[in-house]
């Protein structure tokens, strides 16, 4: 089940951020994501979870809908599918990696993302981000750039909603 994040999952998300330093394609480290990023994704209503299905499950993989002003103003975006909305932070607890839970969480945010007003999904991928590219692929998303951003390379798509 995929509900809207809620203060007390506070620790148990960051927790989970946390598990995916270190991991394979994965740029995250201890300062990114942090609290910060929890405490803004819990004030605009968009940082929603999935947790095992049980009674108070615990909480298995994440997703945000971002506001980035520095990747909303990139120029390779298609003019005629603005406003665009991005999906980030997807995370998915290791032992439940490899089922197809974060393409679950891209699908609910594109969803989101739709019922928001948002004409397109427009993201970055840190361009050695493997798994996330080919996830990418699967959903058509349409590579329409290059960028250098947070001491990072990225690929930029987009896809109309």
Same mark, same amino acid.
């Given at each position: 089940?995929?509900? +809207?994040?809620?203060?007390?999952? /506070? ?12 991991? &394979? ?6 300062? $990114?994501?942090?609290? %910060? ?8 209503? #968009?940082? $929603?979870? @999935?947790?095992?299905?049980? &009674? ?11 506001? %980035?002003?520095?990747?909303? &103003? ?6 005629? +599918? ?8 997807? #995370? ?14 891209? /699908?609910?945010?594109? %969803? /989101?993302? /739709? ?5 397109? *999904? ?10 996330? +590219?080919?996830?990418?692929?699967? *959903?058509? *998303? ?5 960028? %250098? @951003?947070?001491?990072?390379? *990225? ?5 109309? +909603?």
């Amino acid at each position: 089940m995929i509900e +809207l994040a809620r203060e007390e999952d /506070r620790e148990e998300i960051l927790e989970l951020y946390h598990m995916q330093i270190g991991r &394979e394609f994965c740029p995250w480290n201890e300062h $990114y994501p942090s609290n %910060d990023e929890i405490t803004f994704d819990l004030s605009r209503d #968009a940082l $929603y979870v @999935m947790r095992e299905e049980r &009674e108070n499950g615990r909480i298995i993989a994440a997703v945000s809908l971002e506001e %980035d002003p520095q990747v909303d &103003e990139l120029p390779c975006w298609s003019k005629e +599918l603005q406003p665009g909305g991005e999906i980030a932070r997807v #995370a998915v607890h290791p032992d439940h990696q490899n089922r197809g839970i974060a393409r679950q969480m891209v /699908r609910f945010g594109l %969803d /989101r993302l /739709r019922e928001r007003g948002y004409k397109s *999904f427009h993201g970055i991928v840190n361009a050695l981000n493997e798994k996330a +590219l080919r996830s990418y692929a699967v *959903f058509g *998303f349409q590579k329409m750039g290059e960028c %250098d @951003m947070y001491e990072q390379h *990225f690929i930029c798509y987009e896809l109309k +909603l």
